[in-house]
């Protein structure tokens, strides 16, 4: 068991994203080692291992998570995994950081989170963006009133990271496996609107669209032939808001419009229109605010926050250098709570949202969220 102060254990689940911000960023951590690597792809893991100095490849994860030197387990795979490894890793007792969306569906995620709450550890889910300072400067002024009552929220994600043909079909082109666009994106701007404005969706409406229907071969290599992309690459949501306990925004609504495949440059925008002005903020967290009337945004400066060596420069990066540094503090004082962090029951609310999107495309109507 792990004791107050001791250097921290990590063992990565995953050798994509987390190669890329996750062990960079653990790695950066006062009294954090990252002490074990397992990978679907065990070459993969071992390139990773040999990269960053991991002196244990496990034959599969499990051999991660067994680990007597892994204090945390930090899930960094296709969402169809994570409700198994989740699973096993709380009934060894330990902490857990899982990649969003957090399962494939709520009956999923509110397994896990009724076995956090039995395992009594530190339980949370990758949305790193809470830790951006603006996103954090922009909750605190929407909370102290500076923009009035919130009326509405629009949020674009647009990239052409798929927008290639022939880009080979891969996990994320299999909706049985957890890819899609409302997923991986999805899930970071329901977070983001239910954290920032202390509210719940109470209706959804999406449509979920699939513009490149096949893609060659597959991540394995196995040859040119073509296979169905089951996936959503684009997703278009109109959310109805419930008020909570903060009576910030009774009413509002939300347009939301996700994109893996238009070109142009990227972006990465939130924003929120209130009574008396308005809140933007950047993918890379830049704030900007606009007073009523003004016709135009002034800038709101913000420090722009940490980015560890080696790491592309991204508003993620940035935002997951500050939470390593807040989950290894954590599990060095023995804390089971980040202020700030998602935990497994929002990861859970999270999923609920979701879960109506798919819904309403299905049925090609309003879908009310079921109850948490």
């Known amino acids: 068991m792990l004791t107050k102060g001791n250097s921290i254990g990590i063992g990565i689940i995953g050798s994509g994203f987390a190669r890329a911000t996750q062990i960079p960023g653990f790695r950066a951590c006062a009294g954090a080692r990252v002490v074990a690597i397992a990978s679907a792809r065990r070459e993969r893991a071992e390139a990773v291992a040999r990269e960053f100095e991991i002196p244990f490849v496990g034959r599969d994860w499990r051999e991660v998570v067994e680990r007597a030197d892994v204090d945390l387990v930090s899930i960094v795979t296709p969402p169809s995994t994570h409700l198994e490894m989740t699973l096993h890793a709380l009934a060894h007792g ?4 899982c990649e969003k969306p957090m399962a494939m569906d709520a009956s999923e995620t509110g397994e896990m989170l009724r076995a956090a709450g039995a395992a009594g550890v530190l339980a949370l889910v990758d949305h790193e963006l809470r830790f951006l300072e603006g996103r954090r400067r922009a909750r605190a002024m929407l909370r102290a ?12 994600y647009r990239a052409d990271s798929r927008a290639d043909a022939g880009r080979a079909w891969d996990w994320w082109s299999d909706a049985a496996a957890g890819g899609g666009a409302l997923g991986a994106i999805g899930s970071h701007v329901v977070d983001g609107l239910r954290w920032m404005l202390g509210a719940e969706v109470a209706r959804v409406f999406c449509q979920l669209s699939t513009h490149i229907a096949a893609r060659p071969g597959d991540d394995n290599g196995e040859g040119g032939a073509m296979r169905p992309v089951t996936s959503d690459d684009a997703a278009n949501l109109i959310l109805n808001l419930n008020d909570g306990d903060l009576n910030l925004a009774s009413g509002a609504t939300a ?46 400066e913000t420090e722009q926050g940490e980015l560890v060596n080696g790491m592309r420069d991204t508003g993620w990066s940035r935002g997951f250098t500050r939470f390593a540094q807040e989950i290894v503090r954590a599990l060095q004082e023995g804390r089971t709570t980040i202020e700030d962090a998602a935990t497994f029951d929002e990861g859970h609310r999270t999923q609920l949202v979701l879960d109506a999107a798919r819904r309403s495309h299905a049925s090609g109507s309003w879908a009310t969220l079921e109850r948490a």
């Open 94 to 97: 330990k902490a857990v950081l």
């Open 145 to 156: 009133g500076e923009i009035g009552r919130v009326r509405h929220a629009a949020v674009v």
């Open 255 to 300: 347009n939301v419009s996700l994109s893996f495949v238009e070109a142009g440059a990227p972006l990465h925008r939130l924003e929120i229109f209130g009574e008396r002005g308005a809140l933007r903020v950047e993918g890379d967290g830049a704030l900007w605010r606009a007073e009523l009337g003004a016709g135009a945004w002034q800038r709101v």
